[in-house]
């Protein structure tokens, strides 16, 4: 594992989701346990053809769509050119994507949902860029709108953290370590392909939330937790057991 192929002032995110291989092992993102989740909290929220519905860090877009099949007005979008490309393949009326950083506004007052799933944040150098993604996403709603965020649940994370694994996908092995450190936790993927294998390596790093750290976050931009769940089944968080942390917060202001 080389701790040092971590470049300073690398953005590791546009370089792993430019990547092909990027879907390839993550093609699981857009499996029926992926879909079952988002329905189940759509159903929570009670999101009927009239809501608007931001998916903030859509990827590809497939989950997103799916959405727009329900009758739901959505709009996907995501850092990466490449992935929102694919997605603008199933543009309709009801499903639009843009190619937008969410550190940055995007659609004021607009949204009555905002969803930020999988782990699609935590992925910039410092506070305030993850303040500015929550303030981003805040701005979006609708006074009352509702904000929820899928995120690791860092303590499980910490406690089962598997330190190396192989992983085939379609003839493709992935060799993946992992480490994390009192901040961030690390993933380093080396692709082997064809029994080749590729000199480049890519390396996630994902900050470490706490629960009250992202209540600090979403208080400061008018926003107030109002449930935390602890996995896919929306079953209670328990700090230590749950695997997921995901946060339902209202827009208060």
Known sequence: MDKNNIMP????????????????LYQYRNSQEAWEFIQRVLT??????????????????INTRAMSLMGLDVTGIDISFRLIDEARKMETPNLHFFQHDMRLPFHINYFDIALN??????????????????????QSLKPNGTLVIDYLNTHYAE??????????VNDVVFHIAR???????????????????????????VAKFSPGDFTDML????????????????A??????????????????
């Open 9 to 24: 002032g690398t953005e590791w995110y546009i370089d792993w989701f430019a990547s092909p291989y990027y879907d390839l």
């Open 44 to 61: 929570k929220l009670e999101a009927d053809n009239g809501k608007k519905i931001l998916d903030a860090g859509c990827g590809n877009g």
């Open 117 to 138: 799933l999988f782990n699609s944040f935590g992925y910039f150098r410092t506070e305030r860029e993850h303040d500015n993604v929550i303030r981003t996403i805040a």
């Open 159 to 168: 406690d089962n953290l598997v330190k190396n694994e192989k992983k085939t």
């Open 179 to 205: 480490w994390h450190s009192a901040t961030h936790f690390y993933k380093q993927i080396q692709v082997e392909e064809k029994g080749k294998v590729l000199k480049h390596l890519y390396t996630e790093r």
């Open 219 to 234: 208080s400061y931009q008018g926003m107030q937790v109002a449930d935390m769940f602890g996995d896919y089944n929306l």
């Open 236 to 253: 209670p968080y328990d700090i230590r057991n749950s695997q997921r942390m995901v946060i339902f917060a209202k827009k208060i202001r």
